[in-house]
């Protein structure tokens, strides 16, 4: 197991930590689950650099890489809805976007010769924004109503993202974007 994929474990077991602090009762639990919540985004962009840098990409990697991703979100998308910090709509429209992402990445990888649809601009962009609108909610940054505004284009630009993995899913001749 090379670094990358130990630093991707590493987020899935940073999942339930997470839940816990969130869950927890204590003063600042939103802090400290934020504070987790950071350390995992921060590990998801370090293991793709390190894995790039010094070419330790791995089909196990392509693999496990959107699944801790996956799971973290929907970790955070049902603690702050059950919080009421997010409204349930970003819920159900966010939840329905990973679920369809993650049914298309089982067909491609158990029915297309193994194939992994690489991240690209449009869902790293839908990230970012994603941990931007979270990071906005956990220190309470509700001037002008940022969280509002961050969390409808959040939810735009996982629209986006998903129209574009959609579009590359159901290209019949675009091999060269598969891995």
Not at 18 to 28: A, D, K, P, R, T
Not at 119 to 127: H, I, L, V, W
Not at 149 to 163: C, E, K, W
């Amino acid at each position: 197991m090379n670094i990358p994929n130990i630093l991707t474990v590493l987020r899935v077991i940073l999942v339930p930590m997470y839940l816990y602090f969130f869950f927890n009762s204590e003063n600042n639990s939103l802090l400290y689950s934020g504070i987790i919540f950071i350390i995992a985004g921060l590990t998801d962009a370090l293991d793709g650099r390190i894995a790039r840098k010094y070419n330790l990409t791995s089909k196990v990697g392509a693999a496990l890489d959107p699944l801790a991703d996956k799971l973290m979100t929907f970790a955070v998308l049902i603690s702050f809805t059950i919080g009421k910090l997010i409204p349930s709509w970003v819920l159900l429209i966010l939840g329905a976007k990973e679920i369809l992402m993650i049914t298309g990445g089982l067909i491609l990888y158990l029915f297309k010769g193994n194939k992994v649809l690489p991240s690209n601009k449009f869902g790293k962009g839908a990230t970012i924004s994603f941990y931007v609108a979270i990071l906005a909610i956990v220190l309470d940054i509700s001037f002008f109503s940022l969280q509002e505004v961050l969390i409808i284009i959040t939810v735009s630009l996982n629209v986006i993202a998903f129209m574009n993995y959609l579009r590359i899913f159901l290209s019949k001749d675009k091999e060269e974007d598969f891995l």
